[in-house]
């Protein structure tokens, strides 16, 4: 469900004319919907309803940060995943005491910051990070709240490159060290064992993985609870998937299949959803350049790329591309939309039956809100693109277009010697 919607056969964003922004703002741009945002938080609450429970939006997802700011005021937390992110929620205004950190490479100094800031807690994903962890705490002289992220070893059935709950995957620490882990986390100074965490992958469209992993971390609690090891909070992480093509379950069937094996376990319940909070709230916008047409196959090159959104070559994920303004009973055609940049894996789809369009059409990829602006770079020194936040009829740009000196800021021209032997 989003607010992307055709009235008259133009594409709005909520009241907002597509057409009218890309001509104020230039292209590619990203469009984000206020009341798509509000309304996938406000479904996701509900379905933990009755259930003590915190969202932590997975801000790795999309991490502007008026975007941040209008989860915070919505009453979010977040998941973090490094000091830039931490910094990023701060200064969006969000309460530390919200915030967990996950990851498998925090440094000291990502460390010392997260307890300074006084964090929820911090996810640990090794052996070396705890120990780690409590140094840290130490030496600052202060108490580092922890859980263990723990790999249930399952098969999430989603992409390889977004499957992280398998036993081969660099997350988490294995099922048959758990106990260890938390005798040993026992031991260590300044650690307060607050939780315990997982998190499966994502994109994940079957209800199933979810149950399985429920039931695993079910397992491990009780285990250590027979210890005399009480935690405060069970951290789910996040993984629902969008429709970009599949059907995945509805918030109301994820959390029951969730939490169907964790009644009654006396535990606070953190998710952490990124993607199926900001995935469908945003589109990018591009333009067609030219209609190249080979021996063998037809090319839209438009002006945005694989460094505005990877996904496509990354994942080799489906995004749905509508046009900005639709022709009643116009041509069809199946072509590849591919981009300026220099890669044969510059591409947004292939071999796409899609309305005949021509140099100076626009054209919507949708569900890219996720995983989209935040993997922008700028490669081919092309400007990352601008950011826009809609809300009813008024357009917030949240990110200028970078402009050239932008993209060359930190460099330098250094003189060189020169001369065949320098
Ligand atoms: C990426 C990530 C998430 C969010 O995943 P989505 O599929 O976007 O919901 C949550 N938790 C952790 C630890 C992650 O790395």
Redesign the pocket.
């Known amino acids: 469900m989003n607010y992307f919607t055709y009235q008259d056969n133009r594409l709005f964003a909520e009241d907002v004319a597509i057409g009218d922004l890309a001509a104020r703002l230039g292209t590619p741009l990203y469009i984000y919907s206020a009341r798509t945002l509000r309304r996938h938080y406000r479904v996701l609450s509900e379905a933990f309803k009755g259930t003590d429970s915190l969202i932590c939006f997975?801000m790795?997802?999309l991490s502007n940060l008026s975007i941040l700011k209008l989860f915070g005021d919505l009453g979010a937390g977040f998941?973090i995943?490094s000091v830039g992110e931490l910094m990023r929620c701060l200064r969006a205004g969000a309460d530390p005491g919200k915030i967990v950190f996950?990851?498998v490479g925090k440094t000291d100094e990502e460390i010392e910051a997260a307890l300074k800031a006084k964090i929820l807690m911090i996810?640990v994903e090794s052996r070396p990070e705890l120990h780690r962890v409590s140094a840290v705490a130490q030496r600052i002289n202060l108490q580092a709240p922890v859980s263990l992220r723990v790999n249930p070893d399952l098969d999430p059935g989603t992409h390889p490159h977004?499957s992280?709950g398998h036993r081969d995957s660099k997350f988490g620490i294995p099922l048959s060290q758990v106990d260890e882990y938390y005798a040993e986390a026992r031991g260590l100074k300044n650690l307060e064992l607050a939780g315990l965490s997982t998190?499966i992958?994502?994109?994940i469209t079957e209800t199933a993985p979810f149950a399985e992993a429920g039931e695993k971390v079910a397992k491990i609690i009780a285990g250590l609870r027979a210890q005399g090891i009480a935690l405060k909070y069970l951290d789910l992480?996040?993984?629902?998937g969008i429709p970009y093509q599949e059907e995945p379950p509805s918030p109301a069937q994820y959390s029951a299949a969730l939490l169907g094996p964790l009644r009654n376990i006396g535990l606070k319940i953190i998710i952490?959803?990124?993607?199926?909070l900001v995935g469908n709230a945003g589109i990018l916008v591009t333009k067609v350049l030219y209609v190249k047409e080979t021996d063998v196959k037809r090319f839209i090159v438009v002006d945005g790329a694989m460094n505005d959104l990877i996904r496509p070559v990354l994942y080799e994920a489906y995004h749905d591309i509508v046009p900005v303004v639709r022709r009643e009973g116009g041509d069809r055609q199946t072509a590849d939309v591919v981009g300026p940049v220099c890669e044969s894996g510059d591409f947004f789809a292939r071999e796409r039956d899609l309305p005949a369009v021509d140099s100076g059409d626009l054209i919507a990829v949708m569900s890219a809100g996720?995983y989209g602006f935040v993997m922008a770079s700028n490669y081919n020194s092309r400007p990352r693109a601008a950011e826009v936040l809609v809300e009813g009829t008024v357009a917030h740009v949240i990110r200028e277009r970078d402009t050239f000196e932008d993209i060359i800021r930190n460099e330098k021209i250094v003189t060189l010697k020169g001369g065949p032997d320098a």
């Open positions: 997975a790795k997802a998941d995943v996950s990851g996810n977004i992280t998190h992958g994502s994109q992480g996040g993984g629902l952490e959803p990124g993607r199926v996720a």
